[in-house]
Nanobody
Framework: QVQLVESGGGLVQPGGSLRLSCAASGSIFSPNFMGWYRQDPGKQRDLVATITSGGSTNYADSVKGRFTISGDNAKNTVYLQMNSLKPEDTAVYYC????????????WGQGTQVTVSS
């Protein structure tokens, strides 16, 4: 059973930076896509950024130019470097990982809080 372990959230001032990490373990079948989503209380979970094992990336318009997603296939780990953080980036950030090929799976991390405030 695949498990995701997230780290790197916290409190940062506007304009600051944080780096989130998410490591997948528990399966001999590595994920072929990983990503980050975020959610405010009472709202839907929204895409932040995704990356495939081939290195293709996708970003929400609101984070383009400020956030960078990267991955280490050997470690089944994905990173999200967040720069120029804004108060509206405050949310719980969830890691997602999955496979679109056999055997398929799609799992979520427990979430990590990111708070941008002065």
């Amino acid at each position: 059973q695949v498990q995701l372990v997230e780290s790197g959230g916290g409190l940062v001032q506007p304009g600051g930076s944080l780096r989130l990490s998410c490591a997948a373990s528990g399966s001999i079948f590595s994920p072929n896509f990983m990503g980050w989503y975020r959610q405010d209380p009472g709202k839907q979970r929204d895409l932040v950024a995704t990356i495939t094992s081939g290195g293709s990336t996708n970003y929400a318009d609101s984070v383009k130019g400020r956030f960078t997603i990267s991955g280490d296939n050997a470690k089944n780990t994905v990173y999200l470097q967040m720069n120029s953080l804004k108060p509206e980036d405050t949310a719980v950030y969830y890691c997602n990982a999955g496979r679109s090929t056999v055997p398929p799976y799609n799992v979520w991390g427990q979430g990590t809080q990111v708070t941008v405030s002065s």
